[in-house]
């Protein structure tokens, strides 16, 4: 019978030498072996689901009259729909028009999404539309204009992806300028069509427009002409030097050259700011009259927005983390901007130490002697900032002590290990180059009990640990915390 078996699988093709041998070793009643035998065949059997091939390419092209804009959408096969990944404003039903017959856009169920009329799966879908400025919620704006008319796109809202699929590609983009305007993608200028993967699937800003960009060996960057005189002065001076700093201090140049944008408008009373990032980007947009009027303090708030912003290319994009070790990354980029501004000279030694007791006081009153990880409460997690920022200043401030350096030679230390082991860095490495470095693991077993626990008195173990590197601090009967000096690395 055995013999008859093994003869039926070969003729099959759906054997292999293992269960030959289980046909001829095995001592099982003729009808369990069959069974477990036609079981077997019928795994061999059954099909695999392929690896999906879907991709998406969409074209953006300028078009030459009026504001608008004609996209096209071209899939690797035919897909039932096409639906947006962001649903902001669901602006799009009512606003783009159909240049592909039996192709339109449609709200189903609450989602926005490209549909054929008569059912069938399409491949191609075009449309015409003019640029849209509304704001939308929570997601960045579609178009943000400057003082000339030229603009930027945000691409994310033009991501879509089929019911069948679960998208994880890169998009692939082509945009086409219009004959007398540039572009702008990544911190490439181009005059003529460009492509452009979108890796990361979080999209980008792409200027179309004629301004002239800073440009320089570290970024591009397009200041919108309106902008008050004294400001357009300061930050064609600020982002220059700001990227030459960091990447002398970390030692590592960028790999890739970033696109930051300023847009202005003067309507509307006050001063008004918003901005943020995106990979390879910075933006930031200005809003209202009083921006004319000098102001040395608001130029500051702009100035340590930037700096921490700027931050993160290298300690969150260049190099990356461990996504729940966001103190490092966060209070990183905002101690990176406070040494950034006093040694570039924005700022006083003065206001240095104010930041720091900010951060500080502020650490204090969220953690409410618990320990980081355990503050919650907040979905902004303001407190991984501001004690991030102390935890950093604590760093620092060993590191001046034990060799003469400052913080940015232990990001350049930490960063080169990230580089040789190929990996994101985490907190443990955060604390095996520190105590490395410093030839001390005292502080790095603090920090770890004021991250984690178990903690009773927070304010305690700071003040000891500033009292064992030389941060100096005063306290007021309101319980307010001062911190008067601290140790300062020579610049080089």
Same mark, same amino acid.
């Given at each position: ?18 269960? &030959? ?10 009808? +369990?072996?069959?069974? %477990? ?29 009026? =504001?608008?804009?004609? !996209?096209?959408? #071209? ?25 592909? @017959?039996? *192709?339109?856009?449609?709200? *189903?169920?609450?989602?926005?999404? %490209? ?7 399409? #491949?191609?879908?075009? /449309? ?104 357009? =002065? ?8 700001? /990227? ?15 696109? +930051? ?12 700011? @918003? ?42 994009? %260049? ?19 406070? &040494? ?9 030694? #003065?206001?240095?130490?104010? /930041? ?21 409460? =907040?979905? $902004? ?8 920022? *102390? ?13 003469? $350096?400052?913080?940015?030679? /232990? ?12 990996? %994101? ?21 603090? *920090? ?8 009773? $008195? ?13 941060? +100096? !601090? ?10 008067? =000096? ?7």
């Amino acid at each position: 019978m055995f013999k008859q078996l093994e003869l039926l699988f070969l003729k099959l093709g759906t054997i292999d030498i293992s269960a &030959l041998w289980f046909t001829q070793h095995l001592n099982l009643g003729g009808v +369990v072996v069959m069974s %477990l035998l036609l079981i077997l065949v019928g795994c061999s059997k059954l099909p695999r689901k392929p690896e999906s091939l879907f991709s998406l390419k969409v074209t953006v092209e300028h078009l030459s009259y009026k =504001d608008a804009w004609k !996209v096209t959408f #071209q899939t690797s096969q035919p897909v039932p729909n096409l639906i947006f990944d962001r649903q902001a404003n669901r602006f799009k039903v009512n606003t783009w028009k159909p240049l592909t @017959s039996g *192709i339109v856009v449609k709200e *189903i169920n609450g989602k926005e999404q %490209l549909v054929s009329l008569n059912s069938k799966p399409f #491949q191609e879908a075009s /449309f015409e539309f003019a640029s849209y400025y509304e704001m939308t919620p929570k997601d960045y704006e579609f178009f943000q204009s400057f003082s000339d008319s030229s603009v930027v796109m945000y691409t994310g809202h033009l991501h879509a992806c089929p019911e069948t699929e679960d998208c994880h590609e890169p998009v692939e983009f082509l945009f086409i300028p219009r004959s007398h305007e540039e572009g702008i993608v990544e911190g490439k200028v181009f005059r003529s069509s460009i492509m452009w993967r979108d890796k990361t699937r979080r999209g980008t800003y792409v200027y179309f427009g004629n301004l002239n960009p800073i440009e320089t060996t570290s970024l591009t960057a397009i200041v919108d002409p309106a902008l008050p005189k004294w400001l357009k =002065d300061r930050f064609n001076s600020l982002l220059p030097n700001l /990227f030459d700093y960091y990447a002398k201090k970390t030692g590592y140049a960028l790999s890739f050259k970033p696109f +930051v944008f300023l847009s202005y408008s003067s309507e509307g009373g006050g001063k008004n700011s @918003s901005g943020g990032t995106l990979p390879g980007l910075i933006q930031l947009s200005l809003l209202g009259k009083s921006w004319a009027e000098e102001d040395e303090e608001s130029f500051i708030d702009l100035t340590r927005f930037l700096a921490h912003e700027t931050a993160h290319l290298w300690n969150g994009q %260049l190099f990356q983390y461990k996504s729940g070790d966001i103190w490092m990354h966060e209070g990183g980029a905002d101690a990176f901007s406070y &040494l950034a501004l006093y040694d570039l000279k924005y700022i006083s030694k #003065q206001r240095l130490l104010d /930041f720091q007791t900010e951060a500080f006081n502020a650490c204090l009153s969220m953690l409410k002697n618990r320990p980081l990880m355990e503050v919650n409460e =907040d979905p $902004n997690r303001r407190a991984h900032y501001r004690c991030g920022a *102390i935890f950093s200043l604590l760093t620092h401030a060993a590191l001046v002590r034990k060799t003469g $350096n400052d913080l940015f030679y /232990f990001w350049n230390q930490l960063f080169k290990r990230v580089q040789k082991e190929g990996k %994101l860095y985490t907190e443990d490495l955060y604390f095996t180059t520190l105590e490395e470095i410093i030839d001390n693991k005292q502080l790095s077993e603090k *920090i770890k009990i004021l991250s984690h626990g178990p903690l009773l $008195n927070a304010q305690e173990i700071f003040m000891s640990q500033f009292h064992e590197w030389g941060v +100096v !601090v005063k306290e007021s009967t309101s319980r307010h915390i001062t911190i008067t =000096d601290m140790p300062l690395a020579r610049l080089n």
